[in-house]
Structures are given as structure tokens and as C-alpha cells.
């Protein structure tokens, strides 16, 4: 059984760029779930994709997007970077949609934007 | 709005002295409880899942309890190991089912 990959692991953007980060949810999981987490604070929801439709939406603009692909792996795409947008990035697989009962992270992508 | 407050923010122990974590929550209709354990730089790893107070759970050294207003990771023991922050996080049945992390407990054990 795989576990929940990220790629990159580390990335620096500027302001107003776009950003595309990639995850593989964990083998047998049909479900990607997508945090932000700031220094110092928990991780906060940012989207939830199951069976390749957006099922659920934290508190972020539209500028934050993310597709799923039939395989189940996941993209996010930030448009227009702030710098606030500077932030560790998780991706979480499981099973089932919402809510979720349990999920496993992936190691997360750390970006940073200038 | 959900809301989940874990105290103290950091915590120093000495080598098998126990102690507790608390997650205090503020959700309409708790679905779920869950917590995690995150080493720095690296995603959280999954402890345990409550659900309906009163309910406890048990892995090593570490215990979760549930009441109708927080939740308690109670550690027995602890060895350096076991240094890391420790994240709770609940869902509604209410509503979107969306989690609410806290801020979570930075804990060091020291030999």
C-alpha cells in the first residue's frame, strides 16, 4: 500500500504568479482533500474533490482552484500569488467524500512567495 | 461558527511525567473529533477518530477522551519520542462536514 505523495516539496514563487501543486492520494482512496497551513497555525480546508467533482469549499477566493484526475491524484492551482499565500500545503486522501472520517496526509508542499 | 481552542500552546515535559492535552470545541451538531501528531516540516499523521462523548481511545502511550465539550490526549509516560505538535480538529453533522483544525499543542518530552 502506497502512501500520500506531494510534489514539489518546496517551491518560491513572486507575487502574481501561478502555481500548480501535485498530489497521489494513498492507494484505494477515491477522495483529496486540500489545506493551507500557516507557521504556527493548524491546517485550514481549502477544498475537497471526490469522483473528479469539487465537494466542498473552505473560506478561499477563487483564484484557488484544483482538478482530479480519474486515478484519483489531485492538482491545486493558485492564480495571482499574495504573499500571505506563502504557507505549507497538504493534501489528505480517504474515503467517501464528506465528512471525513479518516484521512491520511501527504508530506506537503512548502511555498513560498516573495 | 465552528470553532476548536487546544491549550497549553507549548508544553515541557520531563521523561515519564505525565500529562494532558486539551481541545476545547465549539461545532453545532460534533460529527467527529479527530487527532492527529505533526513532526516538524512533515504532514500530520492520523491518532485517533471520537465520535460520541465518553468515548476513549488507546495507543501506547497516548489516550483520547471525548466529553460534550472537548476532547483530552492524555499522555502516560511520555518518552522524547513522543515530541512533536499534536493537532485536534472537529467536524458538524450540521452542515458542510468541513474539519476545523486548532492551532494545536507543541509538546517537548526531555530525557
Known amino acids: 500500500e502506497t502512501g500520500v505523495t506531494q510534489s514539489p516539496t518546496h517551491l518560491i514563487k513572486t507575487r502574481g504568479q501561478q502555481v500548480t501543486l501535485r498530489c497521489s492520494s494513498q492507494?484505494?482512496?477515491?477522495?483529496v482533500s486540500w489545506y493551507q497551513q500557516a507557521l504556527g497555525q493548524g491546517p485550514q480546508f481549502i477544498f475537497q474533490?471526490?469522483?473528479?467533482?469539487?465537494?466542498g469549499r473552505g473560506n478561499f477566493p477563487p483564484r484557488f482552484s484544483g482538478l482530479q484526475f480519474p486515478n484519483y491524484s489531485s492538482e491545486l492551482n493558485v492564480n495571482a500569488l499574495e504573499l500571505d499565500d506563502s504557507a505549507l500545503y497538504l493534501c489528505a486522501s480517504s474515503l467517501g467524500g464528506l465528512p471525513v472520517e479518516t484521512q491520511y496526509f501527504g508530506p506537503g508542499t512548502r511555498l513560498l512567495v516573495l | 461558527e465552528d470553532q476548536v481552542t487546544q491549550s497549553p500552546e507549548a508544553l515541557r515535559l520531563q521523561e515519564g511525567e505525565s500529562s494532558s492535552l486539551n481541545c476545547s470545541y465549539t461545532v453545532s451538531g460534533l460529527r467527529g473529533l479527530f487527532w492527529y501528531r505533526q513532526d516538524p516540516g512533515k504532514g500530520p499523521e492520523f491518532l485517533f477518530t471520537l465520535y460520541s462523548a465518553g468515548e476513549e481511545k488507546e495507543k501506547e502511550r497516548l489516550k483520547a477522551t471525548l466529553t460534550k465539550k472537548e476532547s483530552f490526549l492524555h499522555i502516560t509516560a511520555p518518552k522524547p519520542e513522543d515530541s512533536a505538535t499534536y493537532l485536534c480538529a472537529a467536524f458538524s453533522g450540521g452542515g458542510s462536514y468541513i474539519p476545523t483544525f486548532g492551532r494545536g499543542t507543541s509538546l517537548i518530552v526531555h530525557p
Open positions: 474533490y471526490y469522483r473528479e467533482e469539487e465537494n
Open positions: 492507494s484505494g482512496h477515491n477522495t
